[in-house]
């Protein structure tokens, strides 16, 4: 399984996530891949904070803030300040971590 950013971006030249992604992860590969519908999908598969963190991601990158700011709430987090791309970045960081 991928455990940095660098093989993580260079999976998404593949058609399918890698294996054994978690689904935050997983959204977040779809997000990536320009399938914002996918990436909402996997977001909420699972409700736990991981997925509330990305589901927040995917309102903001929308346009949709208030609906981004009560995912951030439920994911327990701050609301994101950075750029997209480097929101998306430390996501996809983090889940890498937390394995």
Excluded: I
Aim: net charge negative; charged share 30%; glycine share 6%.
């Amino acid at each position: 399984m991928q455990r940095d950013l660098e093989t993580f971006k260079a999976s998404l030249a593949n058609p399918e996530p890698p294996p054994g992604l978690s689904l935050a992860l997983q959204a977040l590969w779809w997000d990536a891949k320009g399938d914002w519908d996918k990436a909402h999908e996997r977001a909420q598969e699972r409700d736990d904070a991981a997925g509330a963190h990305v589901h927040a991601y995917l309102h903001r990158k929308e346009g949709d803030q208030s609906n981004a700011e009560y995912w951030y709430r439920r994911a327990r987090a701050t609301p994101s300040t950075l750029t997209l791309n480097a929101e998306w970045e430390d996501l996809v960081r983090k889940f890498l971590a937390e394995g």
